[in-house]
């Protein structure tokens, strides 16, 4: 595998209290039910933060100030890395728009965060989150 193929993904762990916002994945179907941390690719010359803040903008309707990266990269494919950074939510209410790939939305106490079914490349920036937060 070359690094020309590889597609960065990027998530956002955002905070508000003692809570992280967390999405319920309603596709593709083989995901459906799982949750993960909001995000998706990174565009062509684009940062990874400038695309958490753009994900997050087009996904949620929100604007979020992004902080220090959680964890290690995290393979979700042959193709595809994930990396996910804090973020904090400035003034607004997170709505998914449109509901194309997440059916809910839910503010997680961070305690709370490993009982949720996670997908796969996100369990360790879970287990990351516990230890920092």
Same mark, same amino acid.
């Given at each position: 595998?070359?690094?020309?193929?590889?597609?960065?993904?990027?998530?956002?762990? %955002?905070?508000?209290? =003692?809570?992280?916002?967390?999405?319920?994945? &309603?596709? /593709?179907?083989?995901?459906?039910?799982?949750?993960?941390?909001?995000?998706?690719?990174?565009? !062509?010359?684009? &940062?990874?933060? =400038?695309?958490?803040?753009?994900?997050?903008?087009?996904?949620?309707?929100?604007?979020?100030?992004?902080?220090?990266?959680?964890?290690?990269? !995290?393979?979700?494919?042959?193709? @595809?890395?994930?990396?996910?950074?804090?973020?904090? @939510? @400035?003034?607004?209410? /997170?709505? /998914?728009? /449109?509901?194309?790939?997440?059916?809910?939305?839910?503010?997680?106490?961070?305690?709370?965060?490993?009982?949720?079914?996670?997908?796969?490349?996100? %369990?360790?920036?879970?287990?990351? @989150?516990?230890? %920092?937060?």
């Amino acid at each position: 595998m070359t690094t020309e193929t590889s597609v960065i993904v990027v998530g956002a762990a %955002i905070v508000r209290g =003692d809570a992280v916002l967390c999405a319920r994945r &309603s596709a /593709p179907e083989s995901l459906a039910g799982k949750w993960e941390f909001p995000g998706g690719k990174v565009e !062509a010359g684009e &940062s990874d933060q =400038d695309a958490v803040v753009r994900e997050c903008r087009e996904e949620l309707g929100i604007e979020v100030a992004v902080g220090e990266r959680v964890g290690a990269d !995290a393979r979700i494919n042959e193709r @595809l890395t994930l990396r996910v950074y804090l973020a904090r @939510l @400035l003034p607004g209410q /997170p709505e /998914p728009l /449109p509901l194309e790939d997440h059916d809910e939305l839910a503010w997680v106490p961070w305690a709370r965060l490993p009982d949720l079914e996670w997908l796969a490349p996100d %369990i360790p920036i879970v287990e990351e @989150l516990s230890r %920092i937060l």
